[in-house]
């Protein structure tokens, strides 16, 4: 199997671009989008041919056909067909804009390529939102935000209350790949995790891939979240929004000509603006805002190249008069299309992420100044071959340096001494090579199956330590490395397989492994979310972590399509997974491995979803049973607990309903078994504090978290399909009935006969907000 | 700091919605009783306490259950019962510098008729004196409070495990032990701020003094001119160090933002039981507190 793996690898770098080269049709390039974005998986047909292809993730497409005279039939769902009839002499491009069959029904339409697309791709737990879809979600304090979208799906739970923090099939939230074109986000949340950095304006496709991840992809146990960037339409476009809490504004257009088209969108909070008003004088000193930008310029240079620049940078701070903190996220992806021919394309990207933190605090007494990031370069190098059907074989190279400053801390006393706090920066080299291979091998079945390689490396100047069997540096165990010297190394060899086997165009069933082996870890010491952890790379006494997921499935399609039903079983066997032992020092700690234990881990549940994609009411029902266990060594006696995010039962109901054309209505309610946590059970006196007595990790719960979210959208003004400004006005309730659902539990002692009693924080009542959004845009025509 | 960022967060959550906090009931399972032996000697001269108890149900209002038949001993010389589970050592007894002091206690806590017996052991540690302590404001270039409370040493080598006590006397004759709950006791091992033998000029950064500062159960203690405040250094073992260091993250069930999960802290007695057998050294420095 090996071996023609590899031959098939020398077959397409050695003789496609010759293959290319060799056939000389007249190419016809371009894109099919409707009035507000592109869209993924039209079929652009030619029937005289009888060849077609269904549009990339941008809507772009490409066909080659004899010269001559031909129509061309597109189609995508939830739109009217269109035909073209086209006489081709040259290279050609050609831009479709479909119109909308109803501009509500295509707000919920997922992104699929065909109708019964979840019966067919050999994928499984692959979820797909729309940036229409996410926006019928009823937003907290009018921000759309696409990581609490992400939490309503089956297998998704919520790492805190009101945060966009998420756990999937029970991993921790830094086993999520979160990708924004690419680039690794490493805190994907503003203003303490309330909200994401994703401005939803600006994306374009949200794929969550739950553990079957590509054989692109790796460097994660749990999930993908791959998020794209929308490009700029051809035409001049803007759109604004204004919330309670925030504003925001997309300006998009052509530069020079249409071959060039630009995104500019930004987003800032002003509550900071108004807290000089406070009555308490120790919220008027306060500054709390975040503000971020995301940029996009894409160039068609001819019909086989493309470049495109992506760029995001998002900026939180928070002070006060004494002290401050603030961090940013910076992410960008240089990236070049090319294609070789009609099926055999390539992107490379340059590309890199960094995200800081820094807190700062002055006073005469003592000034100090605490600074850590990580930053990310790397290089992608992709190559897909589509060789009939949905057939297709990827290849590639990715490359990524990271550098970890886990923090420098400065500071002057008040004698005027300084002082230093230094903590070893790391740098590592992560370069792995890849293949994936989709085949329909006969009318029932299509396989994939591919191959992860990595290797990891950690380079010098640093300093690194072997930790003993007690958890302990001695000293001749501590390695300092020079510089540029690769003093460390681990690989991973990941397999990816799965297959599909359709019974109809309505049932299907499927099977998947994989494996995953993770090479950055995340030191937190938060169980409510927070944004000073810690990155950590695998090193010698830390090592990659590993996950084997086996999942099995049967979907069922039923109504023409209308209704998707699906139910997935997994079970995750994890290795080398991190925790803490008691009492750890994270925070300037310089020798945090001492505070790490790594152990086993067993994941596994039932998905059930039940899916309604068209008519005036829509939206899934899902259910999910599952458990996540571990067991390490010098944590609860060494006997297994559970997981931070085991939380056996998961309820989410999504609906929207389209009331008029100018009126729609969502409602989602959301039901989880309360977290696992570790609570006293006994007591002794000391002095006069109370010291808790605990019995085993994690062993109870927090209530049982529930809520429900309405929200109702009014198109204004009078409503026609295609006129070019639209408002609209939304009026959302977080938490309709008020439940007070815990985020953190502490314990007092009663004053008045001394009883000791629990106490919970909880952060939302019903929250109504409104938020007003408009949007300019110039209808195109061929 | 922590306090004032949990205060950030609150004004964030105020902000988005209604954050608010209120009692709620759990139910626990009550664990079965374990003994515990708490206590500690120090280099001052004076009547030194150990504790013999059991543990008791932590929601709720039961009480701790105490030992006084048991035998107890430190280095051999007996403790005699003071009732209620509290041992003494004779009024002339101070822990000397660099001594081991280990403790027995024997105790049938689990009724069979055979004594258990429990034992521990700490190293009183070199003795830091203490040569001054002055109020630094904390607004720049300003005499007048808020001040903090600056220590001024000489540092030895070996571990650096300190802590700083606080005591108030007003001029009004009231005397406080400010820092008796232990979250208000400020530790510290200077360990990153300070080079072995190097002369230590460091504010106590629990104490900030205000011309109004809370106190326990929230009651505000007025300050004026006039009014002695006595810092107390002290160098402590390092088991002892390690138990205050988690005791002051255990109580009040952890913060969720800096707390790893819950955990029992450690406890240095042998034999099965809880709680702490410590050791520390006391050299106090004493401050008025200026006009302004």
């Known amino acids: 199997m090996l071996l023609k793996n590899v031959s098939y690898i020398i077959f397409f770098f050695l003789f496609l671009p010759f293959n290319a080269i060799a056939q000389r049709n007249v190419n016809i390039t371009g894109t099919v989008s409707n009035e507000e974005e592109p869209l993924a998986g039209a079929t652009v047909f030619v029937q005289k041919a009888a060849t077609g292809v269904q549009t990339g993730i941008n809507g772009q497409y490409k066909l080659s056909l004899p010269a001559g005279v031909h129509t061309i039939r597109v189609t995508y769902i939830g739109h009217k067909e269109r035909l073209q009839t086209v006489d081709l002499r040259r290279d050609t491009v050609i831009h479709f804009q479909l119109e909308e069959e109803s501009r ?274 790397g290089l992608h190098a992709d190559f897909i071959y589509s060789y009939g059907g949905d057939n297709n074989f990827r290849f590639g190279y990715h490359s990524v340096f990271h550098r970890f400053a886990p923090g420098d801390g400065r500071g002057i006393l008040p004698d005027g001494n300084e002082y230093f706090i230094h903590i070893a920066k790391k740098q590592a080299w992560e370069n792995s090579l890849y293949f994936a291979d989709q085949r329909r091998v006969s009318e029932h079945l299509t396989l994939k199956y591919g191959l992860r390689v990595t290797r990891f490396d950690n380079i010098g100047p640093t300093t690194d330590y072997r930790i003993n069997d007690r958890y302990a540096v001695t000293a001749g165990d501590t390695v300092q490395v020079a510089a540029g010297r690769f003093y460390n190394h681990y690989y991973g060899i990941e397999p990816r397989v799965g297959a599909v086997w ?102 596994y549940g039932i998905e059930l979803m039940v899916r309604k994609n068209k008519g005036k009411i829509r939206g899934w029902v899902s259910y999910t049973w599952s458990r996540a266990l571990r067991t390490i060594d010098g944590i609860n006696d060494g006997r297994p607990y559970s997981a931070p995010y085991d939380k056996p039962h998961n309820i989410n109901i999504v609906l929207s309903y389209d009331i008029s054309k100018r009126l729609s209505a969502s409602l989602n309610w959301i039901y989880a078994t309360g977290q696992p946590v570790t609570f006293p059970e006994a007591y002794y006196e000391f002095g006069a504090n109370r010291v808790p007595v605990y019995t085993q990790r994690n062993t109870y719960r927090f209530p049982d978290y529930h809520r429900m979210d309405a929200s109702l959208t009014i198109q204004l003004g009078k409503w026609r399909p295609h006129k070019k400004w639209t408002q609209e006005l939304n009026i959302s309730l977080y938490n309709l009935y008020g439940k007070k659902n815990p985020w953190i539990i502490s314990f007092r002692t009663d004053d008045t006969d001394g009883s000791q009693y629990a106490r919970m924080t909880y952060l939302f009542g019903i929250v109504p907000s409104v938020s007003y959004n408009i949007k300019f845009g110039v209808k195109s025509e061929e | 700091m922590k306090i004032r960022f949990i205060t950030g967060l609150t004004v964030i959550c105020g902000l988005l919605g209604n954050a608010c906090t209120e009692r709620m009931d759990i139910t626990s399972d009550y664990i079965t009783p374990r003994l515990v032996i708490t206590g500690y000697i120090t280099t001052d001269t004076t009547v030194h306490k150990i504790y013999v108890r059991r543990t008791a149900a932590y929601f709720g209002k039961e009480r701790q259950l105490t030992y006084s038949n048991a035998r107890v001993k430190i280095n051999g010389v007996p403790l005699w019962p003071a009732g209620d589970g509290e041992y003494h050592t004779d009024s002339s007894f101070y822990g000397v510098c660099g001594e081991t002091y280990t403790l027995d206690v024997w105790l049938d806590f689990d009724e069979d008729g055979t004594e258990e017996h429990y034992t521990a052991a700490a190293i009183m540690p070199e003795m830091h004196t203490l040569d001054s302590v002055t109020l630094a404001s904390i607004n720049r270039g300003s005499i007048k409070p808020p001040w903090m409370l600056m220590m001024h040493f000489q540092d030895l080598p070996g571990p650096n495990n300190f802590g700083v006590h606080l005591y108030i006397h007003l001029a009004s004759g009231r005397k406080l032990w400010y ?23 460091f504010p106590a950064l629990s104490y900030i003094i205000t011309e109004s500062i809370r106190w326990y159960n929230n009651e505000r203690i007025a300050l004026y001119p006039g009014d002695t405040l006595i810092a107390e250094l002290n160098m402590l073992a390092s088991d002892y160090f390690e138990f205050i260091r988690t005791a002051q993250l255990e109580i009040n069930g952890g913060n969720p933002l800096f707390a790893g999960p819950p955990a029992n802290m450690p406890s240095n007695i042998q034999g099965g039981a809880l709680g702490v057998f410590g050791a520390y050294t006391v050299s106090r420095q004493r401050v008025i507190i200026p006009q302004w």
């Open chain 1, 104 to 377: 509500h029904l295509d707000e919920v339409i997922i992104t699929s390529k065909q109708p019964n697309i979840n019966i067919v791709r050999p994928e499984m737990g692959l979820e797909k939102l729309s940036s229409a879809q996410i926006r019928q979600i009823p937003p907290l304090m009018g921000e759309v935000d696409i990581l609490k979208a992400i939490q309503l799906l089956p297998g998704v739970q919520a790492t805190s209350e009101g945060t966009s923090g998420f756990s999937v099939r029970g991993g921790s939230p830094d086993q999520n790949l979160i990708l924004f074109e690419d680039a690794t986000i490493y805190n994907a949340s503003h203003l303490m995790g309330f909200f994401s950095v994703f401005n939803n304006d600006a994306v374009g496709d949200i794929s969550l891939y739950k553990g079957d991840i590509p054989a692109s992809h790796g460097g994660r146990l749990s999930s993908l979240l791959d998020v794209t960037a929308r490009e700029g339409a051809p035409d001049w476009g803007v759109s604004a929004g204004i919330g309670i809490i925030a504003s925001r504004l997309l300006v998009e257009g052509p530069v020079l000509s249409d071959k060039i088209t630009f995104l500019l969108a930004g987003r800032r909070t002003y509550a900071d603006l108004f807290l000089p008003l406070a009555a308490n004088e120790n919220i008027r000193g306060v500054d709390i805002h975040f503000s971020d930008v995301n940029a996009k310029i894409q160039a068609r240079i001819d019909a086989a190249n493309f470049i495109s620049l992506t760029g995001y940078y998002g900026r939180d701070v928070f002070k006060n008069n004494d002290i401050g903190m603030n961090f940013s996220n910076v992410a960008y992806t240089l990236r070049w299309k090319h294609l070789f021919s009609d099926n055999f394309f390539s992107h490379v990207e340059i590309l890199g992420s960094s995200y800081d933190y820094r807190m700062e605090a002055t006073t005469s007494a003592l000034t100090g100044l605490w600074d850590a990031h990580i930053i990310d370069n």
């Open chain 2, 179 to 201: 820092s008796e709950q232990l979250q208000q006791y400020f530790i510290n091992n200077f360990g990153d701020y300070a080079a072995e033998g190097e002369y230590i000029n």
């Open chain 1, 502 to 603: 359709t019974f109809n165009d309505r049932w299907s069933v499927k099977a998947s492994y994989s494996r995953t082996e993770q090479y950055v870890h995340l030191l937190t010491m938060s169980t409510a979310g927070s944004p000073l952890d810690i990155w950590v790379p695998s090193n010698l006494s830390i090592k990659p972590e590993t996950a084997q997921q086996t999942a099995a499935g049967v979907f069922a399609n039923f109504f023409d399509n209308m209704l998707e039903t699906s139910l997935e079983v997994y079970y995750k066997k994890l290795n080398h997974v991190i925790d803490f032992k008691d009492h750890p020092q994270v925070l300037m700690n310089d020798v945090v491995e001492t505070e790490i234990r790594t152990g086993s881990g067993e994941n």
